[in-house]
Structure formats: C-alpha cells, structure tokens
C-alpha cells in the first residue's frame, strides 16, 4: 500500500492529543510507501509518532520518502535512528535552510555520521541538506587515520594515495577484528564440537554473510548526497569526492552542491550568482 501526501492537500488543519487515539491511523501498520512533501499538519509530534521510535505505527516501511517537510535537526536524528529497520528506499531532502529554533546555546545534531550509518544497508538514499561532509562517509575510526598519514585531504597525488592506503588498512583491521569477535563468540557458544569444526564452520559463515551483501549490492544500491552551501567542517569539495570513490564497492554515488562562484584568486565571490557543481564516484 502506498501513501502520498502534498501540500496541496487540504485534510485535517491538525491531529489533536495522540495520533493513534484518533483510530484513523491503524491502517499505518499495512503501508510499505510513504511520500510527504510540505505537509502543513505535519509537526515533529506526530512525525516521531508514525515514525520516529521501536513502537512506530508504520512498522512495514519499505519506501520513505520526507521532502521539505521543515523539520529541525533533533527531530531528524531521532528519525533515523529510530526509523522501522524494514526500510530500504528513504528520501530525505532538507531545503537550504534547516530550521534551527531553540539551537540558540548548544549545536543542533550534526547529521551527516548518522546518516552515514542509517543508510548502511539501505537500497537507495536520497538526502539533501544545508551542508554535508565526509562524515556522510567515513567512521570516526577512518578519519582518526587519515589524520594520522595526512596532515589533511588535498588534491595531491601523493596525498589521495595515502588517503586511500589508509582507509584500506584501517577497514582491513576493522574486518578482522570483526572475525575475531565472531569466532570468540562461536567459541562461547559451542558445545563439544571441536576447535577446528568450529573454526571452518565460522569462517564459512562469515565468507557466506561477506558473499551474501555483495550479491545483494552488485551495482545497483545507490546515493544521491545534495549540498545547497557547501560542507558543514572546513573542507573542499574533492574532499567528498575522494570520500564517495572509497566507497564501499559496489554502490554508486552521486554528489551535487550548489555554490558561490570563485573569484580569480581563489576566494569567494560576493557575487550573489551561484552555480551547480555534480560527481558521481566511479565504483
């Protein structure tokens, strides 16, 4: 079942108390896409009632679909941590300005890590926002080691193979500790199997789990990252690009961002002209 909702709908001016006390909303639970663009009754409240805890209503999401919804940054975090792990399509597109009410004394959520691990497995992921950065693709642990090898990204040579040598060795020791982990865990759990049965069985287990995602990505899990101002972190543009080519294998990335043009020395125009930049990675 699908729902799509625009703003040029005119329903209910509003859900009063509790959505599900209205009992209009049972059938949430059978719907597999939703779509919502500019809703006007659409407030955080009900928002994080549909969708936004364990509990959700519409706990068979397939397709999610939130565009320019004007919703601010700590709504959106719950939203995708908490979201119906069913989900493998979501578009989400935040307009160019976030709204940041109540942020006054402390930063809103920074987004781009979260969502960075809510779309791990999904199909497709379209988001758009004020700012993104390589957080939208590197762990804490990934960026800790290109701080390590580089005093920064670049445009260098020597640099983006450094980068890359990094990022290979940092995620070669994050699988391996990750076998490590599964095996100790087999260990515990076995019974009087031998060591060596236990050993092979777990190694097949985890090539096959290894197996299984690749089949399953195979070229056809996308990501479309769209920038309205550039980085939310003091980086270029490449920076991201060199993200999305380190991409997990297999997924496509695409990248676009709308910016102020450069002057001649390299700096910011003042020109309020702006121009569109777009690359997709060759993974």
């Known amino acids: 079942m699908d729902c799509n909702y625009y703003s040029d709908f005119h329903g209910y001016p509003g859900f009063p108390g509790k959505p599900e006390s209205l009992g209009l909303l049972d059938g949430l639970g059978k719907l597999e896409r939703i779509s919502l663009e500019s809703p006007p009754e659409l407030d955080k409240t009900i928002l994080v009632q549909l969708l936004g805890h364990q509990d959700s209503l519409a706990s068979n999401l397939k397709h999610l679909e939130l565009r320019f919804c004007n919703l601010d940054p700590d709504i959106i975090s719950k939203l995708i941590q908490q979201a119906s792990p069913s989900l493998t399509h979501v578009?989400?597109?935040?307009?160019?300005?976030?709204?940041?009410?109540?942020?006054?004394?402390?930063?809103?959520?920074?987004?781009?890590?979260?969502?960075?691990?809510?779309?791990?497995?999904?199909?497709?992921?379209?988001?758009?926002?004020?700012?993104?950065?390589?957080?939208?693709?590197?762990?804490?642990?990934?960026?800790?080691?290109?701080?390590?090898?580089?005093?920064?990204?670049?445009?260098?040579?020597?640099?983006?193979?450094?980068?890359?040598?990094?990022i290979l060795a940092c995620r070669k020791r994050k699988k391996t500790q990750y076998r490590k982990e599964c095996m100790q865990e087999a260990f515990r759990e076995a019974g009087n199997d031998s060591k060596a049965h236990i050993e092979t069985r777990t190694e097949l287990l985890l090539d096959r789990e290894e197996e299984?995602?690749?089949?399953?990505?195979?070229?056809?899990?996308?990501?479309?990252?769209?920038?309205?101002?550039?980085?939310?972190?003091?980086?270029?543009?490449?920076?991201?690009?060199?993200?999305?080519?380190?991409?997990?294998?297999?997924?496509?990335?695409?990248?676009?961002?709308?910016?102020?043009?450069?002057?001649?020395?390299?700096?910011?125009?003042?020109?309020?002209?702006?121009?569109?930049?777009?690359?997709?990675?060759?993974?």
Request: proline share 5%; charged share 25%; with cysteine.
């Open 91 to 166: 578009t989400l597109l935040l307009g160019g300005r976030t709204n940041t009410m109540g942020y006054q004394e402390e930063k809103p959520p920074h987004l781009c890590p979260l969502i960075r691990e809510f779309s791990k497995n999904l199909v497709r992921l379209e988001f758009s926002a004020p700012s993104v950065c390589t957080e939208i693709v590197y762990d804490d642990d990934e960026l800790r080691e290109i701080r390590r090898n580089c005093n920064r990204l670049s445009t260098d040579q020597s640099d983006n193979y450094a980068i890359h040598e990094a």
């Open 212 to 283: 299984q995602r690749k089949r399953l990505i195979r070229n056809s899990w996308k990501r479309k990252i769209i920038s309205w101002q550039g980085s939310c972190r003091a980086e270029r543009w490449v920076e991201l690009q060199q993200g999305a080519n380190l991409a997990e294998a297999g997924i496509e990335w695409t990248l676009a961002s709308k910016i102020p043009p450069l002057s001649p020395n390299g700096n910011i125009s003042l020109s309020n002209e702006s121009h569109c930049r777009c690359f997709r990675s060759n993974r």
